[in-house]
């Protein structure tokens, strides 16, 4: 298929959309303040850019893939952004980090005054989903925004869902769904060093719990990073405590209580405090061992 894209932060999930958009046929400029993300982008066919600006220069879409809000405010409408050189007439910026929701209006009323259209776009599945073409899409913005951003979505995603005709209703969704992700991680940890504590073979513990009714897809995939001792970040420790955060926020502007949120967001704040930011949100287990303890498997615990 034809096209440019430029894709700016090429973490796990950036890098991956990047290589499956290459793989596709598209053109794809990558933004990274990291010189090996963008030498790897180089050998799989892609071309670097040095700013955000010179990676957009009319591109057909900006997709963004960086931490938060601060940082896709700063990529696109910044010194050097995106919005300076992004094709206005047919372009489209697809905003895919998880920021509060009233952020993504603010920012797509920002780029709409520069005549930049925007899909607030926030997706899951991580750097598995990114890399094979099979992520989620929690979108809302015009039909316009959609028949734009259309092409390249079809080529990252399996599923596109579309959540309304304004930005901000993809972000209220996504937020939900890491309030259910951060309780799971943290109910998965909790369980493990229960169940360590209690004597019981971790390895034997997580296959009669994957095949109960117990279960969580959360569990599935984040326990054998514990069996590891591999707590290599796929989702760092601090992006919880940046989402669970948004998530606490956001009740607190309705006066709506969120008890589970916020013990998860306690344990992952926990974790960071001790030092296990960068880790992966795993990683939240040996906050239970640092209390009580208990051995973890793998090597480093």
Same mark, same amino acid.
């Given at each position: 298929m034809?096209?440019?894209?430029c894709?700016i932060?090429?973490?796990s =999930?950036?890098y991956?959309a990047?290589v499956t958009?290459l793989?596709a046929g598209v053109a794809?400029r990558g933004?990274d303040v990291?010189?090996?993300?963008?030498?790897s982008l180089?050998q799989?066919g892609g071309e670097?850019a040095? $700013?955000p #600006?010179?990676g957009?220069?009319g591109?057909d879409?900006?997709?963004?893939?960086?931490?938060d809000?601060d940082q896709?405010?700063?990529?696109?409408?910044?010194? @050097?952004?995106?919005?300076?050189t =992004?094709?206005?007439?047919?372009?489209?910026? %697809?905003?895919?980090?998880?920021?509060? *929701?009233?952020?993504?209006?603010?920012?797509?009323?920002r780029?709409a005054?520069?005549?930049c259209?925007m899909l607030?776009?926030p997706?899951?599945?991580?750097?598995?989903?990114?890399?094979?073409?099979e992520l989620?899409?929690?979108a809302?913005g +015009?039909a316009e925004a959609f028949?734009?951003?259309? *092409?390249y979505?079809?080529?990252?995603?399996a599923?596109?869902?579309?959540l309304g005709?304004? !930005?901000?209703?993809g972000?209220?969704?996504?937020?939900?769904? /890491?309030?259910?992700?951060?309780?799971?991680?943290? #109910?998965?940890?909790?369980?493990?060093a229960?169940g %360590?504590?209690a004597?019981?073979? !971790?390895? $034997?513990?997580?296959?009669? %719990?994957s095949?109960?009714?117990?279960s969580s897809w959360?569990?599935?995939?984040?326990? *054998? @990073?514990?069996l590891?001792?591999?707590?290599t970040?796929?989702s760092?420790?601090?992006?919880?405590?940046?989402?669970?955060?948004i998530?606490?926020?956001t009740?607190?502007?309705?006066?709506f *209580?969120? !008890?589970l949120?916020? +013990?998860a967001?306690q &344990?992952? $704040? =926990?974790a960071?405090? /001790?030092? &296990?930011?960068?880790?992966?949100?795993?990683?939240?287990i040996?906050v239970? #061992?640092?209390n009580?303890?208990i !051995?973890?498997p793998?090597?480093d615990g």
């Amino acid at each position: 298929m034809s096209g440019t894209v430029c894709v700016i932060g090429l973490g796990s =999930m950036g890098y991956g959309a990047a290589v499956t958009l290459l793989r596709a046929g598209v053109a794809v400029r990558g933004v990274d303040v990291r010189e090996d993300a963008l030498a790897s982008l180089r050998q799989e066919g892609g071309e670097p850019a040095a $700013t955000p #600006a010179e990676g957009a220069s009319g591109a057909d879409a900006v997709i963004t893939f960086v931490v938060d809000a601060d940082q896709t405010e700063e990529v696109l409408l910044g010194e @050097h952004g995106a919005a300076m050189t =992004m094709n206005t007439g047919s372009g489209v910026v %697809i905003a895919c980090a998880t920021v509060a *929701p009233a952020r993504a209006e603010r920012l797509a009323a920002r780029l709409a005054e520069r005549g930049c259209t925007m899909l607030d776009a926030p997706v899951s599945g991580g750097a598995t989903g990114a890399a094979t073409g099979e992520l989620t899409v929690m979108a809302s913005g +015009s039909a316009e925004a959609f028949r734009r951003a259309d *092409p390249y979505l079809s080529v990252i995603a399996a599923k596109v869902y579309h959540l309304g005709e304004e !930005p901000g209703q993809g972000s209220r969704v996504k937020m939900i769904n /890491q309030l259910l992700a951060g309780v799971h991680i943290a #109910a998965t940890a909790e369980a493990m060093a229960l169940g %360590i504590r209690a004597g019981i073979d !971790p390895d $034997t513990l997580y296959e009669v %719990i994957s095949n109960s009714a117990g279960s969580s897809w959360m569990f599935r995939n984040r326990a *054998p @990073h514990i069996l590891a001792g591999d707590y290599t970040a796929t989702s760092a420790v601090d992006i919880f405590v940046k989402d669970l955060g948004i998530v606490l926020e956001t009740g607190r502007s309705l006066t709506f *209580p969120l !008890p589970l949120a916020a +013990s998860a967001h306690q &344990l992952f $704040t =926990m974790a960071s405090a /001790q030092g &296990l930011g960068r880790e992966d949100d795993s990683a939240v287990i040996k906050v239970y #061992a640092a209390n009580t303890g208990i !051995p973890l498997p793998g090597a480093d615990g």
